[in-house]
């Protein structure tokens, strides 16, 4: 299965009541296994999850805790990009150089790294103590 495939599969699978906004997202580990995640809302905001912090749990619970390649879709009218809280997410697991495509349901698609998407990251370096 395609990155998009799994995205788009994800996406359906999303409970958005509030918003009616779904999210899919999947990531390929440097496996080789894909984990999807889709948006699950909460009434009470802002205790959902987004697809992004959903498929990078499936990652982590199958064992696999590198990213090698991220895919995102929502139903909007431009490529729907992470929000800044999983864009560090994905830059725990993912070097800079990961590739990002987001996506609409229409086909349109916009591709970035994860240093593109989230320059300055914080990271291990920060916490060092020489």
Do not use: W
Request: charged content about 20%; hydrophobic content about 45%.
């Amino acid at each position: 299965m395609s990155l998009k495939d799994a995205a788009e599969r994800a996406r359906r699978n999303a409970y958005a009541p509030y918003s009616n906004f779904k999210v899919g997202a999947a990531i390929r580990a440097a496996s080789g296994a894909v984990h999807m995640g889709c948006n699950v809302e909460n009434v009470a905001y802002p205790e959902g999850t987004c697809a992004e912090a959903g498929a990078i749990a499936a990652m982590v619970l199958a064992g696999d805790t590198a990213v090698a390649e991220v895919y995102v879709i929502a139903e909007s009218p431009v490529p729907v990009s992470p929000c800044g809280g999983c864009r560090q997410k994905l830059a725990e697991f993912g070097a800079g150089d990961v590739r990002v495509t987001m996506a609409t349901t229409d086909g349109a698609e916009q591709v970035m790294t994860l240093a593109e998407l989230l320059p300055g990251a914080f990271n291990t370096d920060h916490m060092r103590r020489d």
